[in-house]
């Protein structure tokens, strides 16, 4: 190849690159897009931040992010990849597995990673969202760690996108920080469905989620109520619709009575 050749291909190569660069990072969502129940769940090889506000709605997050990368499983993508720092598990406990049967995802699935420490997370990350068998990467990310900044999410952005695969950081707190982050979600646990067998037991999981970054679809920082079905979510509400999101946060009226408890054992 001569020199002339060479320097129009690397000219090329060098306008192409500047021009994906420049694309807004969901311009092709559109067409990976899929609808589930009314709620528009995000295509492939995109990267997620998903917050809660405390750490004791880490339960939601978690619900969240599988719910998500469950919709990604096929084909020769088999694998959801959990990542989650060794004191974090012996802190915050493990996925349990009969809990995501019912959940809908297979719990040969997921493959748990514990990691030492932030570095060998990313690195874990990075090297999960290469691989061609996995649908998602979900990593548990506590507090907020000097080397996950700008040009950190950034890495994983590209390698979510170049790679097909999607990544889920579950993080905690009301701060927000600078991030490359494709879409940012806050979620927080609803008061469950009720059930027709029983008006004091529990029904199907609910969530609010909102929409604090990017856009999905027609939907550009939406909120919605969420619940579990054997299909998947399904948005019940919207924002505007008659419904508080802060409403799980609400004191009871009165004191409780003891016969709260009665017939407990039938709620599963």
């Known amino acids: 190849m001569s020199d002339l050749a060479r320097q129009n291909r690397l000219a090329a190569l060098r306008t192409r690159i500047a021009d994906i660069e420049r694309r807004p990072a969901l311009a092709e969502l559109g067409q990976t897009e899929a609808m589930a129940g009314g709620f528009p769940l995000a295509?492939?090889?995109?990267?997620h931040e998903i917050f809660a506000d405390e750490r004791r709605n880490s339960g939601a997050v978690l619900g969240f992010a599988l719910g998500q990368a469950r919709s990604l499983l096929g084909g020769a993508r088999q694998a959801v990849v959990y990542l989650q720092m060794l004191a974090e598990a012996q802190e915050m406990g493990l996925p349990y597995?009969?809990?995501?049967?019912?959940?809908?995802?297979?719990?040969?699935?997921?493959?748990?990673?514990?990691?030492?420490?932030?570095?060998?997370?990313?690195?874990a990350a990075e090297e999960a969202l290469g691989c061609r068998?996995?649908?998602?990467?979900?990593?548990?990310?506590?507090?907020?760690?000097?080397i996950l900044d700008f040009t950190a999410s950034r890495r994983l952005s590209m390698r979510a996108q170049s790679?097909?695969?999607?990544?889920?950081?579950?993080?905690?707190?009301?701060?927000?920080?600078?991030?490359?982050?494709?879409?940012?979600?806050h979620v927080a646990p609803v008061l469950s469905a009720p059930t027709p067998f029983d008006a004091r037991a529990p029904g199907a999981s609910r969530w609010s989620a909102r929409l604090e970054k990017g856009a999905v679809g027609q939907s550009h920082r939406g909120e919605w109520m969420l619940e579990w079905t054997e299909n998947g979510f399904q948005a019940q509400q919207t924002a505007g619709a008659g419904w508080d999101?802060?409403?799980?946060?609400?004191?009871?009226?009165?004191?409780?009575?003891?016969?709260?408890g009665h017939r407990l054992p039938q709620a599963g």
Do not use: C, T
């Not at 790679?163 to 707190?173: E, M, P």
């Open 43 to 47: 295509g492939a090889g995109l990267s």
């Open 97 to 123: 597995g009969s809990g995501l049967q019912v959940f809908g995802l297979d719990a040969a699935a997921l493959v748990l990673i514990r990691p030492a420490n932030m570095v060998e997370l990313l690195w």
């Open 133 to 146: 068998a996995v649908a998602a990467v979900v990593a548990e990310v506590a507090g907020q760690p000097k």
């Open 163 to 185: 790679g097909g695969a999607s990544v889920f950081l579950l993080r905690y707190g009301r701060w927000r920080e600078s991030s490359a982050a494709h879409l940012r979600w």
């Open 245 to 260: 999101a802060n409403a799980h946060d609400a004191p009871l009226p009165d004191a409780l009575s003891a016969r709260l």
